[in-house]
């Protein structure tokens, strides 16, 4: 399967999470051995009154469950926008192998942005990042998604 | 109260933790409006099965379940050892007013040290941090765990 195929899965939870009223972001875990989706997961921190409810830590933490273990080595994740500082760390705890990232976030991303976490000498473990999947799709996603919530108000 | 009050309720988390051969970490949720104490947790990444079970994020889920918010205005945490890059991002997430930790760390913080994720302009809420509260005891009952391990091994 390609990259392309595991960030359409994360993008279809996207979707999920825009149907709901969420910040439209979705993520997939996979598992590099076999390529079969371990979780899936999309945003839920404004309704689940969790603010650090985010697709990626859903997902991750679903995998933990699923799996029985709080170390994802072998595994890799697929999110729809780059992840914010609290997930780029959360994925290095877990020792996610490789991230995939659609769309970049300028303004709150902590991967290729701001605080670049996995640079950082205070990060133990680094996964391999692929950018740039899908980025169109995705952040054209969020962006009518806040166009809407715009109009709405 | 004094932050020492609040402090030694973290550190009794702290010992919690350390007797259930956990990393001796305790955190405490406070409503500043009128001292109670809404959460307090220990970490748990160990045995929970999953590695972002920090004490940070432990109580601060627990205050936004006992609040029915996603977001802790006006609330202060108390954290034995400085949160790293995860739960500091979480802790600006949650809109916590004030911050008071223990013990410095050095190799994986995120406030004092590391990527120092309230000074970066991807951070949009920033909470007053005040150190050193209680900073040897915290740091002593680290260091204590951590001998015992390599006792053992």
Request: charged residues 25%; glycine residues 8%.
């Amino acid at each position: 399967m390609t990259p392309e195929f595991y960030m359409q899965l994360a993008y279809d939870e996207a979707k999920k999470a825009a149907a709901a009223d969420e910040v439209p972001i979705g993520a997939v875990v996979v598992d590099m051995k076999d390529g079969k989706v371990v979780s899936a997961a999309h945003n839920l921190s404004e309704h689940s009154g969790n603010a650090s409810d985010h697709a990626e830590m859903l997902a991750l933490r679903q995998a933990c469950e699923k799996l029985g273990t709080n170390r994802l080595r072998g595994m890799e994740l697929y999110v729809t926008l780059e992840p914010c500082t609290m997930c780029a760390a959360a994925i290095s705890f877990m020792r996610i192998e490789k991230l995939y990232i659609g769309a970049e976030d300028k303004k709150g991303g902590g991967v290729l942005n701001g605080v670049k976490f996995y640079d950082a000498p205070t990060c133990h473990h680094r996964p391999q990042v692929i950018s740039g999947i899908m980025s169109e799709e995705c952040s054209q996603l969020l962006k009518d998604f806040f166009a809407k919530k715009r109009k709405k108000a």
